[in-house]
Nanobody
Framework: QVQLVESGGGLVEPGGSLRLSCVAS????????MTWVRQAPGKGIEWISR????????DYADSVKGRFTISRDNAKNTVYLQMNSLQIEDTAVYYC????????RGQGTQVTVSS
């Protein structure tokens, strides 16, 4: 049974930073790519980043490129999202998924960027 638990969200001022974590269980973590997506209030799901199973290949949406960094620790079954230079537009619930399967996302973690 796939389980993903996101954490690390919170309230931060514009320009601030947060690091999100997603702990995975129930599947062989190291062979799956992982994805971060987000959903802002009243909007649809937005894909923001993905990382390959070995961590060697990453990709980002234009909206976060240069500000966000995805990484993973396969020994800890955890994928991270380091978010710097946060903007008000980054306010959303953030989810991780196994590969691009939205059905696997966890409960999410709320990120609020506000002054």
């Amino acid at each position: 049974q796939v389980q993903l638990v996101e954490s690390g969200g919170g309230l931060v001022e514009p320009g601030g930073s947060l690091r999100l974590s997603c702990v995975a269980s129930g599947f062989p973590f190291n062979i799956y790519g992982m994805t971060w997506v987000r959903q802002a209030p009243g909007k649809g799901i937005e894909w923001i980043s993905r990382i390959s199973g070995d961590g060697k290949s990453v990709d980002y949406a234009d909206s976060v490129k240069g500000r966000f960094t995805i990484s993973r620790d396969n020994a800890k079954n955890t994928v991270y999202l380091q978010m710097n230079s946060l903007q008000i537009e980054d306010t959303a619930v953030y989810y991780c998924t196994r590969a691009s399967d939205l059905r696997t996302r966890g409960q999410g973690t709320q990120v609020t960027v506000s002054s």
